[in-house]
Structures are given as structure tokens and as C-alpha cells.
């Protein structure tokens, strides 16, 4: 008979729960990484690599061409990920600070837009828009304001970062939002009180205490726009070019995988150089300001107060001026993002073949083409299949790891973790060369298959996310309280745990669901001849205008739409559970301090 | 009272228990027998080991050293499922996606009793704790009041030999705590389970309890009836723990019995005498302490009886007041008064120091 404890002892080796994640991330992406690394000291001969050792490959990548790519790519990344952080974090705070209980709301559409809102489609809208026969183009010359298509709009570095700025702002928004929601709306009134202005408590008070939700906002969004290919692919064009564009090139057409090994590493490089360069330099302007604080005079402080009553109006007006631009911002900001998905909506129905103003009529025959096409019907049914392998796969691998984890004195949990999220680290055209490669060096051909493994390895990560959130919300009591009513430990599991987090889980589910839907960056290497949705759409984007990619899109926005819906309610019903739980130990603390 | 522990039936022992976790020893040496239909309190403040001790009783610790005994059979390597007590949580633990009747009927349902029978128990078992009427609720929608009877219907349904309590009443406020004291009592009376109840609320040990443990670093500092623990504290611990004390130097002059010694104490001319209830016996000569209560002291005018000493301060506190007094000899005592008898700040009074009531206490390592 093992005792109660004994059995949380022999758990203390629940760390082999958490094995099969880890050989999976070995297996499927650390061994793939290393394939890569391999294939760019290799030569490639007629479309084969073959086994001889060469440099030639990072002669090519740090070639003057390769590398002023390169420092364009990061450059245009810096700036995206400034600009994404920078408007993100005014969209951010005004919807923290001045909107009330429409704040959550607010951002609960910003949410839906990321992961809805489908990536493809929020990079193609940008394409119709801003196209020589885009919306804006037509609109200026239907007018009569030009005559001919403005071409700075399309095919350059303008249209890339516009395009890079509008995808990833949402995911600037949201953790900011997260990092602001920290910041007791006291602490500005404090900082008022005290006599600093609007700037001084924003850069004083409100700054200093979301640093960390900025600071990854920004190297979120700028490895995100570093390493993105599809963007320059759609809007850049010949003078729009990324370094990843080109490197993706190599895995396809091109068919030079160790030329493009190699630049992807660089890349990889670059960006960790970029981090690096980034970190000192903030390092440096710290420094700097404090020197400059030190030395500047300090006159502010005995700053004579202004008369009362005027001082009233003013605040009065400033408060208003301040809840007016709140609303502007959050106004804009909501238009920016939710109308270019809206415009490729209304083309799908609009009856002219170009997405252009002005509108023609109304038609469904983009619908009824789209879905007669047999290779549209068989890319929606294999992506629905991968969709659910990657669920179930996903779950049966981080679910377990996730209770290893609960396990604070787990050894090596930290690294455990880590190898988990390391699926949404890496770049996602890192990860889809590399599985390409490692393919190609196993002889296996891309596929299905392929795709599946991936879209796995990146669902991982949100099951150990969400569930682990969920494991650390329920009181470690309820098991023990099963257990001293006469629960077996299988029986306690299965009765009290397992229904606790189901609806985590199925929100889980949902969100890899979706994420393997919409999944087109790594999926665009991994399915070979037999693409899932967004890939096929992809192509038929690629081969031109086609009114028909319109109605694709937005089918599968439908399907995107229809799953985050389901899994936002899905969320709701957490919180709710969790408030109303959390209530006896909240007023169970408060009484600590009574009696004796 | 109905039920009255019955001494001759030692249910649960603690024999010689020890808990160390890491470095840190919480309970050292622990011994103790818990009689049948007995109501006993473990009372100390946070960390003194009385929860562990709990946690080791249900089985959800092991102790380092020693055994758990029930009806005289060790039960130390017992998985909590197997063993014949059931808790209540200190926040309740109740199961959040079951409804007030399915946490109850959790543990019949696994014992494999009939569906009738198990129906019948749990409206039994609600009754009793009065949630007859919200048997189909959700626990998340009722108060902390009510999540507390659930938390205890749930328990006793399983008809344990013993009742596992962890600050039950914690999270409740004042009113309510005081209601549910004397619930709880009445429960216990009525169906003769043994009660092994943890806090840290000296004033709930000792309106609830039959005997009480005071527990101060993993060990048993003194075991007795509320009375015994109020009136005869066994050293300085628990005199200053348990309800208000003044403790005043003196010297063993006489010893009369092995429970009732002279004392000198400086100020006074006579001897006193005073009852002491430790453990090891007193030597003649030795210097110590006396323990009086401020209600067994008395004020009088200058020219009274007692220690001489000057007011400092007055609190009301209902039909008494307060009086803290320093003393001529030095340090101060506090002493109670009916209002009535005012005495001014700065004033110099007497404090009459009646014979046997003091209590010698020694430190206790």
C-alpha cells in the first residue's frame, strides 16, 4: 500500500510526462534546425545537395547583395516593430484609459481580428488595396487626381511596411493591453496629484510599469516582420524585396536549398544581431538620459502652482480633450483594421472582375466558381484533416507535459517550458525550410504529413499555455479533498481535474484549430504538391488578379470566424467559473490578521 | 451536553510524530491520544505545526518519524482514500462544476452504495446542516456561510470516525463564525463523531472545544480542557498566549504540595500562595514568575492592601475598564475594575493580589 505522499513522490518523476513533448521538439524541430544548419555547409548540385562540404554558400550570403538584403530586411523589421509598438501602445492605452468598460471590448475585437481575422487575408487586402489596379489607385483616378496608377503605392518598400504594420499590430495591442491592465489607474491620478503634466506621468509612471509588455510587443512583432516573406512576396515586388522572400525562393523555384540554408541562418543571425544592437543601444540612451537628468537643472519642481479656478477649467477641459481623443484613436485604430478585411469582403460579392471602385453589382458566382473547383474542395478538406491531427496530436503531447509542469520542484522545468514555447520562437519560415530540409535529407517527400508534424509542434505551445494557465487556477485542495472522500488518485483525475479544464481544452483545441487553418507561412514548405487552403489561395493570389481569390478568402475567414467565435465563448465560460472560486480565499486572506 | 468523550476508547494517537520539511523540523516529537466523541482543538498561531499535523492525520503527508494509530492499528502508510476520517478544507474545496447535492453524494457515489440509499444519505446529511432546500444549486452560487455547511455535509456524509476541521471558520466573518461555533458544537453533540479542529482563534478553542492543544513550534506546549488552559497555564507560553495575563517576578519560598507553592513577590510583605502546574517540579529558592489575570486583580486607594503602583492609563471595554498600573517595583500590569470605580491618570493606587489564584509559569524550552 503506497502511501498518499509516496505516490506525489514517484510524481516528483511525473517529469517523464513531459517526455514525449520534449522528444517531439527534438525530434521534429531542434533535429530539422540542425538538418538546415548542416544543408548550408553543403554543396547543391542539380537541385540536390550533396555531400561535400563547402562555405560557398555563406560567401553568397554575405556577399555585398546578400547582406545589404539583409540589413534592409531588418531595418524595414526595426521600423515596422517601432511603428507597430508605437501606434500599439497609443491604441493600447486609450482604450485602457479612456474608453471605461468599452475598453475589454475593444480589445476583445483586436483579438478576434489577429486570430480570425485570418493572415493571409489581412495580407492580401493590402495587396487590393494598394495595387496599380487597387482601390486607392481606381478611387484617385476615377476622380480624376492622377492619371496614371501611382506606383509608389504598390511594389516597394511603403506598401511592406504598411502592410507589415496593419498584420501584426494586433499582436503590439494585446500584450500591451495586458502589461497596462497591471497599471492601477490610481498611480496616474497619484502622479496628477503630485503635479506632473499628461507626458511626465506617461513616461514617468505609466511607461516604467508596462516596460516588459513593451518590450515584447516590440521583439515580438519585430522578429515577426524580420522574418516574413509572404508581405514582401504579395506587396513588395522587385524594388520590395526581404530577406526571407528571396531565401523562400530558394526552397522553391529556385530549388538551391543550400543556398537558402544559408540564408536563412543569416537571417536568424541578423535578427539576434538586431536584438542585440537594439538592447545596447536602449542601454546607451538610458544612460544618456540619465546623465542629461543629472546634469539638467532642477527647476520643475518647485514649479508655481497656477490660480485654482483656472486651473479647474482647464483640467476640466483636458479631460474632455482627452476622452475625445481617446475614442478618436481607438476609432481609427478599429477602422485600420477591421476595413481592409471588410473591403475584401464586399469584392468577394462585387460583380467586376477587378477589386476596384467604383462597385459593379452584386453577385455570388465568385462563391459558386470558387467551390466548383476541385482543387479548392480537396485543399479545404485536407486542411480540415490537418486541422484535427493537430489538435488531437498536439494535446496528447503538451497535456501531459503540462501536469509535469505543475510540479514546481520539477527539475529542469524552466528548460521543459521553454522547449514547449519554442515552436512559436522560431520564425515560422525557419521552421518550414527546416522541416523541408530534414525531409529532403530522409528522402521524404512534403506533404500532408509533413504539414501535420509541423502544425502539431505549433499547436503545442497554446495547449501548455492555456492548459498550464488553467492548472495554476485550480486549488490543489479540490484533489485532495476528492482524495478524502475516497477518490482513487486515477479516480480524483478523472472526476474532479479532467472536467475543471475541459473547457480550457476545447479552447485550446479551437485556437490550434485555427492556427493550423490559417497556417500559410510554414505550410507553404511543408505541403509539396498537395497545398492545404491558405497555400492554395496563395497560389492563385500568386498568379494574379482573380476575382475568385476574394471568395476563398472569405470563405475562410468564415471558417476562422466561426472557430475563435466558439472558442471565445468557450473562455467566457472560464472566467466565470474562475471569479466565482476565487472568492472564499479572497475574503479567506483578508481575515488573516484577526484574533489572539 | 450529550455526547461526552469517552475516556477508556483512545480512537486516533499521534505516537511520537515528526515532520521535517527540508531543513525546517514543523512537529517534533508529537504524542497524543484522541479519545471517541471527542471535540479537541489544535490551537496555535501560523506555523506552529498544526495544520501539518492535520495533513499528516488525513494522510496527505507523511511524517518523518512516528505513527498514526486508529483503534490502536498504525494507519501511517494509509493513502487518504482508505482512511476513516474526512476533512473540512479551510476554503472549502468544493467541486466547482457539481451542483450542492453532487459534492455531497461524491463520496457515497464511491463507495458503491444503491442510488436510494445515497439520495436518502445526502438529504439527510443537508438537513442537518440546514441546505435541504438548495440541494440542485450550483456551489458557485452560494455564500460563504453556506459554502462552509456544504463543505461539512459533504464531509460527514461518509459517517467518519473522525472529523478533520483546518479553519473552517476562517474565511467567514465575525457574526456569521460565531453562529457557525455553535452549529459546529451542536452537530458534534448530536452525532458523537470525534472533532480534531485547527486554529488559530484562542477565543473559538475555547468555546467549542473539549480539550484543547496549544502547539507552539511542533510541540504540545499544554493539553487540557478550556479550563485547565485558561486556569492553570502550564508555563509563560501558554499564560501569554491564552487570554490576557500579568506576569510578575517572585521567589519560591515553601513548597505546600506538588501543585501548590509559596511565593514571594517583591513588594509584598506575606508570602502567597500560588498554584503551579508544570512539568518538572519547583525548587525552594528558585526565582520565577506568577501569572495573575486582570480580572482576578483588584484596585484600591494608596492606602489599600498590595503592590503599590500608578495609573497610566484607563480603557472602557463594556461593563469593565481597564486599568494599566506601573508598578513601584517596576514594570506594569493591567487589572479590571467595575466602571463604576474611577480612578484618575498619575494616580497612586494599590493592586490587591489575592491568594490562590496566581499561577507560577516557567519558560518551557
Known amino acids: 500500500m503506497a502511501s498518499y505522499s509516496a505516490t506525489l513522490k514517484t510524481s516528483r518523476k511525473r517529469g517523464l510526462l513531459a517526455l514525449p513533448m520534449i522528444g517531439y521538439i527534438a525530434l521534429f524541430l531542434v533535429g530539422p534546425v540542425l538538418v538546415l544548419a548542416a544543408y548550408s555547409l553543403l554543396e547543391s548540385e542539380y537541385f540536390q545537395v550533396t555531400g561535400t562540404f563547402t562555405l560557398a554558400n555563406y560567401q553568397y550570403a554575405f556577399g555585398s547583395e546578400a547582406i545589404s538584403l539583409l540589413l534592409k530586411t531588418l531595418g524595414i523589421g526595426a521600423l515596422a516593430a517601432v511603428l507597430c509598438t508605437t501606434l500599439g501602445f497609443t491604441f493600447a492605452y486609450a482604450a485602457r484609459f479612456f474608453l471605461g468598460r468599452w475598453g475589454t471590448r475593444v480589445i476583445v475585437v483586436v483579438a478576434f481580428m489577429l486570430l480570425g481575422g485570418s493572415y493571409l487575408v489581412r495580407v492580401f487586402a493590402w495587396s487590393s488595396i494598394l495595387g496599380t489596379e487597387g482601390i486607392v489607385n481606381t478611387a484617385l483616378m476615377g476622380i480624376g487626381i492622377i492619371n496614371s496608377p501611382l506606383q509608389f503605392l504598390f511594389f516597394g518598400y511603403f506598401a511592406v511596411i504598411v502592410t507589415l504594420v496593419y498584420v501584426y499590430l494586433p499582436f503590439a495591442i494585446l500584450p500591451i493591453y495586458a502589461g497596462l491592465q497591471g497599471v492601477d489607474?490610481?498611480?496616474?491620478?497619484?502622479?496628477?496629484?503630485?503635479?506632473?503634466?499628461?507626458?511626465?506621468?506617461?513616461?514617468?509612471?505609466?511607461?516604467?510599469?508596462?516596460?516588459?509588455?513593451?518590450?515584447?510587443?516590440?521583439?515580438?512583432?519585430?522578429?515577426?516582420?524580420?522574418?516574413?516573406?509572404?508581405?514582401?512576396?504579395?506587396?513588395?515586388?522587385?524594388?520590395?524585396?526581404?530577406?526571407?522572400?528571396?531565401?523562400s525562393l530558394q526552397f522553391g523555384g529556385a530549388a538551391n536549398y543550400s543556398r537558402g540554408a544559408a540564408l536563412a541562418v543569416t537571417l536568424v543571425l541578423g535578427i539576434v544581431a538586431g536584438f542585440v544592437v537594439i538592447y545596447l543601444a536602449s542601454r546607451l540612451f538610458e544612460a544618456a538620459g540619465r546623465l542629461l537628468h543629472a546634469r539638467a537643472p532642477r527647476r520643475e519642481s518647485p514649479r508655481p502652482r497656477r490660480g485654482s479656478s483656472r486651473k479647474m477649467v482647464s483640467q476640466h477641459a483636458e479631460r474632455l480633450i482627452s476622452k475625445i481623443a481617446g475614442r478618436v484613436i481607438v476609432l481609427v485604430g478599429l477602422v485600420f483594421l477591421l476595413v481592409p478585411a471588410i473591403l475584401v469582403i464586399v469584392f468577394s460579392f462585387n460583380s467586376a472582375p477587378i477589386s476596384g471602385l467604383p462597385l459593379k453589382g452584386l453577385t455570388t458566382h465568385w462563391y459558386s466558381d470558387v467551390v466548383a473547383i476541385p482543387a479548392f474542395r480537396d485543399a479545404f478538406v485536407r486542411s480540415l484533416s490537418i486541422a484535427l491531427i493537430a489538435v488531437i496530436g498536439s494535446i496528447a503531447i503538451a497535456l501531459p507535459a503540462a501536469f509535469a509542469l505543475r510540479d514546481p520542484r520539477l527539475k529542469f522545468g524552466r528548460f521543459i517550458a521553454g522547449a514547449g514555447y519554442a515552436p512559436i520562437i522560431i520564425p515560422g519560415i525557419v521552421f518550414g525550410v527546416s522541416l523541408l530540409s530534414a525531409a529532403d535529407a530522409m528522402g521524404v517527400d512534403p506533404g500532408i504529413s509533413l504539414t501535420a508534424i509541423a502544425h502539431i509542434a505549433m499547436g503545442i505551445p497554446l495547449v501548455l499555455f492555456i492548459v498550464r494557465a488553467r492548472l495554476v487556477s485550480l486549488d490543489s485542495a479540490l484533489v485532495e479533498a476528492a482524495r478524502d472522500l475516497g477518490a482513487s488518485g486515477r479516480k480524483a483525475f478523472t472526476s474532479i481535474v479532467l472536467p475543471l479544464i475541459a473547457v480550457s481544452l476545447g479552447t485550446a483545441a479551437l485556437l490550434v484549430a485555427a492556427f493550423s487553418l490559417d497556417d500559410v507561412i510554414v505550410a507553404n514548405f511543408t505541403t509539396g504538391t498537395s497545398p492545404t487552403l491558405p497555400v492554395w489561395i496563395l497560389g492563385l493570389i500568386k498568379r494574379g488578379i482573380d476575382p475568385r481569390v476574394n471568395a476563398a478568402a472569405v470563405l475562410m475567414l468564415a471558417v476562422l470566424s466561426l472557430i475563435i467565435g466558439l472558442a471565445f465563448l468557450f473562455t467566457r465560460l472560464t472566467n466565470r467559473d474562475e471569479v466565482k472560486i476565487g472568492t472564499p480565499t479572497a475574503t479567506g486572506t483578508n481575515s488573516q490578521g484577526r484574533s489572539q | 451536553m450529550n455526547s461526552v468523550p469517552d475516556k477508556r476508547n483512545v480512537v486516533l494517537s499521534?505516537?511520537?510524530?515528526?515532520?521535517?520539511?527540508?531543513?525546517?523540523?514543523?512537529?517534533?516529537?508529537?504524542?497524543?491520544?484522541?479519545?471517541?466523541?471527542?471535540?479537541?482543538?489544535?490551537?496555535?498561531?501560523?506555523?506552529?505545526?498544526?495544520?501539518?499535523?492535520?495533513?499528516?492525520?488525513?494522510?496527505?503527508?507523511?511524517?518523518?518519524?512516528?505513527?498514526?494509530?486508529?483503534?490502536?492499528?498504525?494507519?501511517?502508510?494509509?493513502?487518504?482514500?482508505?482512511?476513516?476520517?474526512?476533512?473540512?478544507?479551510?476554503?472549502?474545496?468544493?467541486?466547482?462544476?457539481?451542483?450542492?447535492?453532487?459534492?455531497?453524494?461524491?463520496?457515497?457515489?464511491?463507495?458503491?452504495?444503491?442510488?436510494?440509499?445515497?439520495?436518502?444519505?445526502?438529504?439527510?446529511?443537508?438537513?442537518?446542516?440546514?441546505?435541504?432546500?438548495?440541494s440542485e444549486l450550483s456551489v458557485l452560487s452560494l455564500s460563504g456561510g453556506q459554502r462552509q455547511r456544504v463543505a461539512i455535509a459533504r464531509a460527514l456524509v461518509n459517517e467518519p470516525r473522525i472529523l478533520l476541521l483546518d479553519e473552517p471558520l476562517g474565511a467567514l466573518d465575525l457574526k456569521l463564525r460565531r453562529h457557525m461555533q455553535m452549529e459546529l458544537r451542536k452537530i458534534q453533540e448530536n452525532i458523537g463523531t470525534t472533532f480534531i479542529y485547527v486554529t488559530h482563534d484562542q477565543e473559538e478553542a475555547l468555546t467549542m472545544s473539549h480539550r484543547i492543544v496549544v502547539m507552539e513550534?511542533?510541540?504540545?506546549?499544554?493539553?487540557?480542557?478550556?479550563?485547565?488552559?485558561?486556569?492553570?497555564?502550564?508555563?509563560?507560553?501558554?499564560?501569554?498566549?491564552?487570554?490576557?495575563?500579568?506576569l510578575l517576578p517572585g521567589r519560591v519560598v515553601d513548597a505546600i504540595d506538588g501543585e501548590t507553592y509559596r511565593v514571594h513577590m517583591d513588594g509584598q510583605e506575606d508570602s502567597l500562595r500560588c498554584g503551579y502546574f508544570g512539568r518538572e517540579s519547583m525548587q525552594i529558592g528558585e526565582e520565577t514568575q506568577v501569572c495573575f489575570r486582570p480580572e482576578e486583580l483588584r484596585i484600591e486607594p494608596a492606602d489599600g492592601h498590595g503592590l503599590r503602583g500608578r495609573v497610566l492609563s484607563r480603557t472602557l471595554n463594556g461593563p469593565q475598564a481597564r486599568y494599566e498600573i506601573s508598578l513601584e517595583t517596576g514594570g506594569s500590569l493591567q487589572a479590571n475594575t467595575p466602571r463604576g470605580e474611577v480612578y484618575r491618570t498619575e494616580q497612586t493606587v494599590t493592586v490587591n493580589v489575592p491568594a490562590d489564584v496566581g499561577v507560577i509559569v516557567r519558560d518551557e524550552i
Open chain 2, 217 to 246: 513550534e511542533g510541540r504540545a506546549m499544554q493539553i487540557g480542557t478550556p479550563d485547565e488552559v485558561y486556569a492553570r497555564p502550564a508555563n509563560t507560553f501558554v499564560a501569554r498566549f491564552i487570554g490576557e495575563s500579568n
Open chain 1, 185 to 247: 489607474e490610481e498611480t496616474l491620478e497619484a502622479s496628477r496629484d503630485l503635479g506632473a503634466g499628461f507626458w511626465r506621468t506617461l513616461t514617468r509612471v505609466v511607461v516604467p510599469q508596462s516596460r516588459s509588455a513593451i518590450a515584447s510587443a516590440f521583439a515580438f512583432t519585430y522578429i515577426l516582420c524580420c522574418a516574413d516573406y509572404i508581405t514582401p512576396r504579395l506587396v513588395g515586388g522587385i524594388k520590395g524585396q526581404m530577406l526571407g522572400n528571396v531565401a
Open chain 2, 14 to 134: 499521534f505516537s511520537g510524530v515528526s515532520k521535517s520539511f527540508g531543513d525546517t523540523r514543523v512537529i517534533d516529537d508529537f504524542s497524543l491520544d484522541i479519545f471517541d466523541g471527542e471535540f479537541i482543538t489544535l490551537l496555535g498561531s501560523s506555523g506552529c505545526g498544526k495544520t501539518t499535523l492535520l495533513r499528516i492525520a488525513a494522510g496527505f503527508e507523511d511524517p518523518s518519524g512516528g505513527e498514526i494509530l486508529v483503534d490502536g492499528e498504525p494507519i501511517t502508510k494509509m493513502p487518504p482514500d482508505k482512511r476513516p476520517s474526512n476533512m473540512v478544507f479551510q476554503n472549502y474545496a468544493l467541486f466547482p462544476h457539481m451542483t450542492v447535492a453532487e459534492n455531497v453524494a461524491y463520496g457515497p457515489r464511491l463507495h458503491g452504495l444503491g442510488k436510494q440509499e445515497i439520495e436518502d444519505k445526502v438529504r439527510s446529511a443537508l438537513e442537518m446542516v440546514d441546505l435541504d432546500g438548495r
